[in-house]
Structure formats: C-alpha cells, structure tokens
C-alpha cells in the first residue's frame, strides 16, 4: 500500500510540474511586446531590424515607416507603404514566438511569412535578425 501512495505522489508531482511549464511557455515575452513597433531604418546594421515603440521621437523620413503592432490574442498588424502611392496598407495575420530559439514568425493573411531571430527586446527597442527561408 505504501509503495501505490509514493507511485502516485510521484505522479502527481510530475503532473503539476508540466502544467507549470505549460504556463510558462504561454508568458514568454513580457507585456511590452503588446504594443506598436516601427521601424527604424537609420538604426539597422548587418542584417539587423531596428523596431521602436511609437512613443519614441523618430525623425522625418520620405516615404514613411513600416511598423508592426503585436496583440495578446496572437494576432498582428503589419502597417507598410502601399506600392502604388504614399498611402500605408494594413495587413494582418498571425504571430508566434519560440523561446528556445528566440524565433519571431509573422504569417500575413497574403501569404507572406517573415521568420526574425530576437537579439534584444527591450520596452522601448527591438532587434530583429531576419531569418532566411
């Protein structure tokens, strides 16, 4: 009887060791992830993609910025320059993150899909490292 009693503290122990770690994994990135990124285009270097929040001051750039706005729900909105006019086109679709590889995917309901590896995330800057397909 003893011997049944450890088998299933064992057991549970496990169980409620997974579903911590499940918990885990659905708060990988920290709240300020939720909010409006833009792009810094003065700021890349090395295939590195500078993303700012859109509090910070950016100066006047021909053409304007592209930008990417992260939601809880796991869905995103790519904001862009329309090709034919100074117009910006909006774009949604889905985002998700692996932590173990620091792997951003973006898939745009165009059938788009932009893979970026996280070098940093900060509340006031991002540094994305495009992944090639």
Known sequence: MKQYKISFLLI????MLG?????????????YFYQTWVHSLEEDNDSVVVMRNE????????????????EK????????????DGHYLITEGK????????LLK???EDGREEE??????KE?????KEVAN
């Open 55 to 70: 509090q910070f001051d950016f100066p006047v750039i021909r053409g304007g910025r592209s930008a990417l706005t992260f």
């Open 12 to 15: 549970l122990l496990f169980a």
């Open 106 to 108: 973006v898939e745009l």
């Open 73 to 84: 729900d796991g869905t995103v909105k790519k904001r862009e320059m329309a090709p034919n």
């Open 116 to 121: 970026y590896t996280v070098v940093v995330m």
């Open 95 to 102: 985002w998700s993150y692996i932590p173990k590889n620091y």
């Open 19 to 31: 579903s911590c770690k499940s918990q885990q994994e659905q708060t990988v990135v920290p709240d």
């Open 124 to 128: 006031e800057i991002m540094k994305l």
